[in-house]
């Protein structure tokens, strides 16, 4: 039997039961989609937070006190405290060759009110003038913080976008003023829009010089981080050791009770997250293939069931075991690779949706289009091979007598 004559008799035994045939197609065309829109998502959630993270400032290091432990995250050494980093942490890592620029920061979070009555929980930083050259921040209007208002305990402050916003509204925040825990505040600039990377977003921040920070609002004399920038990729590691050399000196200990992380080890972290919830998600969505492979497996014996005279008098004029075969398995395939098609470009679909209207970056993964092909095309052929090898052994006679 020609292969042209096996395509017509599949497609048209196909055909005869258009609806039982969608149903069938159904489990895999929600499979394939689920693992398309999937990989494709957390292909473009990786790009996003790579351009996210360096678009606050390429060539950065981040020193946080306390020590890094595998399972256990950030926990203090020593005496159990992790409030190590101090002002003469700064002004030694400034000394270090090829340091461009050292921001120290301090976090805390305050519910902020305006003086037209509306109030947020916001996430206050106190920051040093270098904080803009290290995170790349720019003012959209207004001025920075400046050397002057470190030196004068100056109660001004910079808000993110999206708090001026929350706390003015349309009304021109410059020279107006805020509350943070009781403590008037005046507004000198407004930062552009940055949207998050990873898990901060600087549009909701409030930036204030961090001796006011520490002195007046959270009443300390240590930094949550230093941010460093350095001049070049390639003197990275360099300074990076210089640091926890230094560092370690000048807080007399043996082993160093901070942690320094580059940018690329931050990526590589949100990354391996990223990866792992993918692979988990793809694989839940992968159980709705075998589920669909199951329902061809049924279709197929059913249908097999209803064609037994059907196929017994095919084969007592003279058609092979093979060539019943392979019609069977010809049409599970066929379920299989037009149920494929129709998920990848619903998968297609969904993630371009998903990417609109999260603004993450849309990446098309085509190596899970090739994937999916390969795999619906192997369940065809997998589940579709019990029905196709029991129709062929039917015995002619027995096939002929079945009611």
């Known amino acids: 039997m020609k292969f042209n004559d096996l395509l017509k008799e599949s497609l ?7 609806l039982r045939t969608g149903l069938t197609m159904l489990g895999i065309i929600i499979g394939v989609a689920s693992v398309i ?10 790009v996003s937070i ?16 306390g020590i890094v432990q595998p399972g256990r995250g950030f926990v203090a050494s020593g005496r159990g405290s992790a409030e190590v980093l101090k002002i003469k942490d700064v002004e030694e890592i400034k000394k270090i060759e ?18 037209i009555g509306n109030n947020i929980n916001s996430t206050v930083l106190g920051i040093a ?100 920038k350095v001049d070049s990729k390639e003197n990275i590691e360099k300074v990076r050791e210089e640091i926890e050399i230094r560092l370690t000196e000048l807080h007399k200990v043996t082993e160093p009770d901070f942690s320094i992380f580059s940018q690329e080890d931050i990526l590589t972290t949100l990354t391996s997250v990223i990866n792992t919830f993918t692979i988990f998600l793809s694989f839940i969505a992968g159980i709705s293939l075998i589920v669909g492979g199951i329902g061809i497996m049924n279709m197929m014996l059913t249908s ?26 010809l049409e599970s395939v066929f379920i299989t690779l037009i149920g494929g098609a129709v998920g990848i470009i619903l998968g297609s679909c969904i993630t371009i949706f998903v990417g609109k209207i999260t603004n993450i970056t849309i990446i098309i993964s085509y190596k899970a289009i090739l994937i999916s092909i390969l795999v619906s095309t192997s369940i065809g052929i997998i589940f579709g091979y019990y029905p196709a090898k029991k129709a062929a052994n039917l015995d002619p006679i027995e096939a002929l007598r079945y009611e």
């Open 129 to 228: 003038p270098e904080f803009f050259q290290v995170r790349n921040i720019q003012i959209a209007e207004g001025d920075q913080i400046t050397n002057e208002n470190i030196r004068s305990f100056s109660k001004v402050a910079v808000l993110g976008s999206n708090v001026a916003k929350d706390l003015f509204g349309d009304i021109d925040p410059l020279g107006r003023k805020i509350r943070i825990n009781n403590l008037s505040f005046r507004v000198i600039g407004v930062m552009q829009p940055k949207g998050s990377a990873g898990f901060v977003s600087y549009d909701d921040f409030i930036l204030v010089p961090y001796t006011v920070m520490q002195k007046q609002l959270a009443g300390t004399e240590y930094f949550n981080s230093i941010t460093v």
């Open 304 to 329: 097999v069931t209803e064609r037994t005279r059907e196929i017994g008098l095919r084969k007592a004029i003279g058609a092979k075991n093979k060539n019943i075969l392979n019609q069977i398995l």
């Open 50 to 65: 790579q351009q996210s993270i360096e678009s606050l400032g390429s060539n950065n290091l981040i020193v946080f006190p």
């Open 12 to 18: 048209s035994s196909l055909k005869s039961n258009k």
């Open 37 to 46: 829109s999937m990989i494709s998502l957390g292909e473009g959630s990786k």
């Open 98 to 115: 090829n340091v461009s620029a050292v921001s120290p920061e301090v976090q805390r979070r305050f519910q902020i009110v305006s003086d």
